[in-house]
């Protein structure tokens, strides 16, 4: 035990104030967070999408011609 007097109520020591450390990781976190949700919401408006690619087949093709001087 201390022996020197409290001033603070109840004789527990003060809180120090959260470090600059301690805010960057909250913000990080909370970012993070608002990234995961912007990318579920992303998800989800192109998922019908996603796995149908059945219907990425090609409407037209493009024939291009050899010549003989590319075949040399």
Do not use: C
């Not at 960057?24 to 408006?45: G, H, T």
């Not at 219907?55 to 010549?67: D, F, I, K, L, Q």
């Amino acid at each position: 035990m201390s022996t020197l007097p409290s001033n603070n109520p109840g004789g527990r020591p003060a809180k120090r104030p959260p470090s600059v450390y301690t805010v960057m990781l909250l913000l990080a976190m909370l970012f993070m967070l608002i990234a995961v949700i912007a990318m579920y919401v992303e998800l989800n408006r192109w998922y019908p999408d996603y796995y149908k690619t059945n219907t990425a087949t090609p409407v037209t093709s493009m024939v291009v011609p050899v010549t003989s001087h590319q075949l040399a």
